[in-house]
């Protein structure tokens, strides 16, 4: 897993031909802390796509830099679905469950396919 912590590492990873799962979070929030567990499962199993995770406090540039780039408002803690430089799927707070991470996946295998 990759984490991003600069401005340029988000822009090669948006510029990047791979399909990006990308988990932007805060350590210090409660809800960050929720959303963690549900991204820590999900890592415990193979994936397909490039997996990266932004902390926001460290690399506010970076997390604020992807949603100016992307047109989806920062929030977080937030997961990107990316995919030749856009956002296919989104979700943040409370909506992030090992469910979602699962199905955005798999929607973005399929859009890399297309």
């Not at 963690?36 to 997390?63: R, Y």
């Not at 856009?86 to 399929?110: N, P, R």
Request: proline share 4%.
């Amino acid at each position: 897993m990759l984490e991003i912590r600069t401005l340029e590492e988000m822009d090669a990873l948006l510029g990047g031909p791979d399909p990006v799962l990308l988990f932007k979070y805060s350590p210090t929030c409660g809800i960050s802390q929720v959303a963690q567990e549900s991204w820590d499962e999900f890592l415990s199993e193979k994936h397909s796509v490039v997996l990266a995770q932004c902390d926001v406090l460290d690399a506010n540039p970076a997390a604020r830099g992807i949603s100016e780039r992307i047109h989806v408002a920062h929030q977080s803690p937030q997961v990107l679905a990316l995919h030749g430089g856009k956002c296919i799927a989104h979700a943040s707070h409370y909506s992030i469950k090992t469910a979602w991470l699962e199905q955005a996946e798999q929607k973005l295998l399929v859009q890399s396919l297309a």
